[in-house]
């Protein structure tokens, strides 16, 4: 009772800006709700469109707007329809401060979703907070998108820290694997990391091989891989994204060492790493695995399939799967929030989400004291150019 109380608190004192006046829960006083008129609910999302993760951006982006296009069509929420308001930041942390004081003061939105990169949440949840406006769904696996509990912090994805954990047991105790090392920028996401491994490991008995880190710009590997080879590393954890994943990967090919598993994560699950020769038996911990288009399909999910491949002209990558599962859940939340839309009844909403079974196959879950919607890891890996789930439903 206590949670769900502060919940209400926080809503009825922020809620303001521009949007339709509601009645609070005794009929005598109304607040105007931000982002929320009679026809529209304006929702946010500051992202990477043009940078080093717009693999990212774009895709969950497009997914996230062919299911709130999709509901507009059918007529909206509760006779609303949705506007989503993309701002590209580059992946960069002062173009995203940038864009959320915009999204915020001048767009006045009534929630955040899909907000892109560590780094950046953690720099503007607190300004989110503070204006009364949720987090919904970010595309980042930090602890801190639902440590500590908060009512505004609700996440679909796996988390880094459980990921890495859930890798380091499964390869030691099914895989015999015996020196466990560790790759990983040097940021707030690659701390991450290394903390699961280091966490996981002393959980074990064991202790750390060799660490190496670097920064998300670093472009050499030839010192860091040496480092590793030394250790005698035959397992590694990788906290990198797209592309020093790569570079990772070819400098090891490259220098011809052999006998080692490469695991990585969400961050570091594409296409794009697949397609390199050196991607070759690399293996990632997901909560969604990637889809082919020759894959066996449901028909909802080949129309799916289909609908985004019309329009967009390419297919749909496990960023465009994330953005149309976050964009159902949104639409899911409001619905069930009713016309009387507030902060409030949102959040009472998605926390009411307790057997949510996306399109893809997977299941999401949430309550008033959990705010970590996945509920299982799924290990993939790399072979001959395609990724292939391997296990599923994978703890530690």
């Known amino acids: 009772m206590k949670y769900l109380s502060l919940t209400l608190v926080i809503a009825l004192l922020w809620g303001c800006g521009s949007g339709s006046e509601q009645a609070d829960t005794a009929g005598k006083a109304t607040v105007k709700v931000r982002g929320v008129t009679d026809n529209e609910i304006v929702l946010g999302n500051h992202t ?3 940078g080093p993760v717009a693999i990212w951006g774009v895709g969950a982006t497009n997914g996230a707007r062919l299911r709130f296009d999709r509901a507009n069509d059918e007529g909206g929420i509760h006779g609303r329809k949705i506007r989503f308001i993309v701002e590209d930041t580059q992946y960069q942390v002062p173009r995203s401060i940038q864009a959320v004081n915009k999204l ?17 949440n953690n720099a503007l949840m607190t300004t989110q907070f503070d204006s009364n406006v949720p987090n919904l769904f970010p595309i980042s696996g930090a602890r801190s998108m639902v440590e500590p509990l908060h009512p505004m912090k609700f996440t679909q994805r796996g988390i880094y820290y459980d990921e890495m954990r859930a890798a380091v047991k499964y390869f030691v ?7 466990v090392c560790a790759i990983y920028q040097d940021t707030d996401y690659g701390q991450e990391i290394l903390e699961g491994v280091e966490d996981q490991l002393e959980s074990m008995g064991m202790a750390i091989a060799g660490v190496s880190a670097h920064k998300p710009t670093e472009s050499e590997f030839t010192a860091a891989i040496l480092r590793l080879r030394k250790a005698e590393c035959d397992l590694v954890l990788m906290g990198t994204v797209h592309r020093d994943t790569i570079l990772v990967l070819e400098t090891a090919r490259k220098m011809g060492w052999e006998g080692v598993a490469w695991v990585g994560n969400n961050a570091a ?3 794009v790493i697949a397609d390199q020769k050196s991607g070759e038996g690399y293996y990632a911990f ?4 990637k889809l082919y288009a020759d894959d066996e399909m449901t028909p909802e999910v080949r129309a799916w ?7 967009y002209g390419v ?11 976050a964009a159902d859940l949104v639409v899911t939340a409001l619905h069930g929030a009713g016309r009387e839309l507030t902060v409030a ?6 926390e009411g989400i307790s057997e949510y079974h996306d399109i893809f196959g997977y299941r999401v879950s949430f309550s008033a004291s959990k705010h970590s919607g996945a509920t299982e890891s799924v290990l993939s890996q790399v072979q001959n150019g395609r990724w292939v789930k391997l296990e599923q439903s994978i703890g530690y």
Request: cysteine-free; charged content about 25%.
């Open 173 to 179: 105790q099914e895989k015999g694997k015996k020196a």
């Open 345 to 350: 009844s949102l959040l009472g909403a998605v």
């Open 104 to 120: 915020i003061n001048r767009d006045n939105i009534f929630a955040m979703v899909l907000g892109l990169g560590t780094p950046m």
């Open 286 to 289: 997901v909560h969604i695995a």
């Open 48 to 50: 990477d469109l043009s």
């Open 269 to 271: 699950y594409g296409q």
């Open 315 to 325: 297919e749909p990558d496990l960023p465009a799967m994330e953005g149309y599962r």
């Open 305 to 311: 399939w289909d609908e985004y491949v019309e329009r």
